[in-house]
């Protein structure tokens, strides 16, 4: 029987002042700072979640819904590329308007309190034409990317119109711009200039002078007055990273489309290789340098780990098309949190489309769609909600509420994981953070781009302390599903109950009613079980949960989902209850202040929070329920549905609402098997925010049209397509759309055996059906506090 065992004994973190030169105060007295191993806030550990989301790729009218659902899923910074040739396509001619409106962007994530990094460039990649830059700096008689006068000359409007936008929105103004990242990836990655695809495929320079080059910018960005308390770049792949001046942010994909585009060291590349993602590794750790995807030019404990493209999905290329495993996003993030990151971000966070420009009608790259930018994130194109966002999610309730205490915690592994294969799923992956004998167990059960299975350990896992041997669980297996992830407590303070250790993963801690209220969740796999240090318990009510004592713990058994509480008071201190939802049930979990008061709600609805409302967003039902603790105050006005029932359930109080159905009404013309016409009635998408239209087809790439105009394109994976329609309304109702399903051209030659340039290609077989088409409704309801 293999042994799963580590020792946590030597727990303490060397902690201290940061030597780098980052941080600031605003007027109202915050202040941002770092030590060398975590960000803080007034002097406080502050745990970072950073979640990319591109303005310019979003309809300006959804950014602030779409921001609120940023921060209802637990980011608290947002992060956002500036993309030079999006702004000043035409030289000259800068353009700040409708959806490329920065500071209407940046005033909105203040408006609700989320921080935000601008990305400035000039460089950024972000599958844009050229990485963001405008076509006419090619063929220039300098280097981009350089420290060439004649290239900073052309910079330096760029970031003097930046300065211009986020004036009276930096931290120190009072604003909630704290951030600055500075070029990207520069020394590590290039772009295709746009203009010599399917010619000469000429490539950008990777970068010239180092951080010479990477310190002018910074200085050029001050002087153009982005003077913020952060400077960042990416520091992997060997990229350029001045870490005194500008925090070296890392990062991770599960799924790397790019490869298949390499002439050389793949081949001819059939099946995507399982990455070492998933394997923990400690990054912050002197004793070891370098890593997997860490390979920094500074000593790690000198300064942070943090993340700033931790895969939130991936978007298809032409030649790589994959149905993105959203499961994939939470069990990264457990992984780097586990290795010692205190500053997490997505990218992306929030997907889009990319805008038109006015010279080059597509500045998408060249690889990836033209429209599309939907990247598989946590929240889609259209604001469609995935699992990954689920998931994460409650990982982010944990983080944020126990900062103070996690980011002090020390990453300690089993031994020495780096010769582990990706592939090999049978041994169970494991490490743990813990300071002070307290501490967290990390599980990882998924694997990209491999075959995975439930996992049973017979003899558990057992983490040893400076004073005792802590088994998970205290008898018999442990067991933890196919794909699933956990992080297990052990030895930690439940407000006066000491809880020896959990088979549940912690959300939440919430104060209400006179009582202080744990929110927990079942792990995929997992059954639940808490270890009560029993001296530390003056009395307990587990209703029907089954409970034993062993050795100096009391061992409660419930039963996830059942809405029952575990009622415990610790000698002397207030009543404590503990909460056990299904993995299931954790989906529909979301945690916010409404109305003045913290409150803990389930319901399947997206849910947006504001200071004097909540709306629930619905897809395609018409009927949905909130449950909510403690109960509203009072309830006033409800836009947008009606109030059927409202039932006490236990701890919860239960509203069930009612929708006016819509049908979204259309007639499809089928042309023929790759072509359809599609006409809206003139009030097709009244009284429903937006409308999904879902195609299901077999080809090669999906087009959709308003005369003409490409609104929205689709690399076929076999999934369904979809498309939202509200913001073509006008545009729909007027002209109608037609889509175009490309074929799959088998045995495709291309004849050219003529004297005259009579090219002409010809395929053994094409395909390509539009099988299905339909359109959802998504609705809002909005309650007003009465």
């Not at 963001?132 to 090619?138: I, K, N, R, T, V």
């Not at 303070?493 to 959990?502: E, F, I, S, T, W």
Request: glycine letters at 10%; charged letters at 25%.
């Amino acid at each position: 029987m293999t042994e799963y065992r580590i020792d946590a004994s030597h727990d303490r973190k060397a902690i201290r002042r940061s030597t780098s030169r980052m941080g600031g105060s605003s007027p109202s007295g915050d202040r941002l700072s770092f030590s060398n191993y975590y960000m803080e806030k007034n002097g406080k550990p502050y745990f970072g979640i950073c979640g990319e989301f591109h303005y310019s790729r979003y309809d300006e009218n959804g950014w602030e819904d779409e921001l609120v659902k940023m921060k209802m899923g637990g980011v608290n910074i947002v992060a956002t590329y500036i993309f030079w040739n999006v702004h000043e396509e035409i030289q000259g001619e800068f353009d700040w308007r409708g959806r490329r409106d920065l500071r209407r962007f940046i005033e909105l994530c203040g408006k609700h309190d989320l921080y935000v990094i601008i990305r400035i460039g000039p460089f950024d990649h972000g599958e844009m034409r050229n990485g963001g830059l405008p076509d006419w700096l090619f063929g220039r008689p300098f280097e981009v990317r350089s420290n060439d006068e004649r290239y900073l000359a052309y910079v330096r409007p760029l970031y003097e119109q930046i300065g211009a936008q986020v004036q009276g929105l930096l931290f120190k103004q009072g604003g909630p711009v704290i951030g600055t990242q500075i070029e990207n990836e520069h020394n590590h990655s290039a772009a295709q200039w746009a203009l010599t695809t399917g010619i000469g495929n000429q490539w950008l320079s990777r970068g010239q002078d180092g951080e010479a080059h990477m310190l002018m910018l910074k200085k050029m960005a001050i002087e153009a007055g982005i003077d913020t308390p952060i400077y960042t770049c990416t520091a992997w792949g060997g990229a350029t990273a001045p870490a005194e001046e500008m925090l070296p942010l890392w990062g991770g994909y599960s799924h790397w489309p790019w490869i298949y585009y390499e002439h050389d060291r793949f081949g001819d590349m059939k099946e995507h290789p399982a990455t070492p993602e998933y394997i923990y590794r400690d990054k912050h750790n002197n004793d070891m340098p370098k890593s997997y995807n860490f390979e920094p030019f500074y000593k790690p404990e000198d300064h942070p780990y943090a993340c700033c493209e931790m895969g939130g999905g991936m978007t298809p290329f032409y030649k790589y098309r994959f149905d993105f495993p959203y499961i994939s996003v939470p069990a990264m993030t457990g992984i780097k949190v586990a290795e010692g990151c205190n500053l997490i971000g997505y990218y992306m966070y929030h997907g889009g489309s990319n805008p038109k420009g006015k010279r080059d009608v597509f500045l998408n790259d060249p690889a990836t769609p033209k429209i599309s930018y939907d990247f598989n994130a946590c929240i889609g194109e259209f604001g469609q909600v995935r699992e990954s966002y689920h998931r994460t999610r409650v990982q982010h309730y944990f983080y944020r509420t126990f900062q103070d205490w996690l980011c002090r915690t020390k990453t300690i592994l089993p031994g020495d994981t780096s010769r582990m294969e990706p592939t090999d799923v049978d041994t169970l992956r494991y490490a743990v953070r813990a300071t002070e004998g307290s501490g967290l167990l990390f599980l990882n059960n998924y694997q990209d781009h491999a075959e995975t299975h439930d996992m049973h350990v017979p003899g558990g896992v057992t983490v040893r302390t400076a004073t005792e041997e802590i088994r998970f669980p205290a008898e018999g297996p442990l067991a933890l599903g196919k794909d699933g992830y956990a992080m297990l407590p052990y030895n930690f303070d439940l407000d006066g109950v000491r809880l020896k250790y959990a088979m549940t993963q912690p959300i939440t801690r919430m104060e209400a009613n006179g009582s202080i209220y744990y929110f927990f969740f079942s792990p995929k796999g997992m059954q639940p079980e808490y270890a009560f240090e029993t001296a530390s318990v003056g009395s307990l009510d587990a209703g029907t949960a089954n409970i034993r004592e062993a050795g100096g713990l009391t061992i409660v058994s419930p039963a996830a989902g059942d809405g029952e509480p575990i009622h415990l008071t610790p000698s002397g201190g207030a009543s404590v209850r503990v909460l056990t939802f299904t993995d299931e049930e954790s989906l529909h979990f979301w945690q916010a202040n409404v109305w003045g008061r913290e409150r803990a709600l389930l319901t399947d609805a997206i849910l947006l929070v504001t200071a004097d409302e909540v709306k629930l967003e619905v897809t395609d039902k018409e009927e949905v329920t909130l449950r909510i603790f403690p109960d509203f105050d009072g309830l006033g006005d409800i836009i947008g549905g009606e109030l059927l029932e409202r039932i006490e359930e236990g701890l919860f109080v239960s509203y069930r609402f009612r929708l006016p159905r819509r049908k979204i009404n259309f007639e499809l013309e089928r042309v023929n098997d790759d072509k359809a016409i599609l006409t809206f009635d003139e009030d097709a998408f009244d009284g429903i925010k937006e409308a999904l239209l879902r195609i299901d087809y077999t080809g090669d790439i999906g087009y959709a049209f308003i005369d003409g105009d490409l609104i929205n394109d689709n690399f076929s994976n076999g999934n369904t397509w979809e498309i939202g329609l509200k913001r073509f309304e006008e545009r729909l109702v007027k002209e109608g759309m037609y889509l175009y399903i490309s074929p799959i051209r088998k045995g495709s030659t291309v004849n050219s055996n003529t004297t005259m340039a009579g090219w002409s290609e010809h395929a053994k077989e094409t395909i390509a059906e539009l099988k299905s088409v339909c359109a959802v409704p998504v609705y809002e309801l909005a309650l007003k506090k009465g």
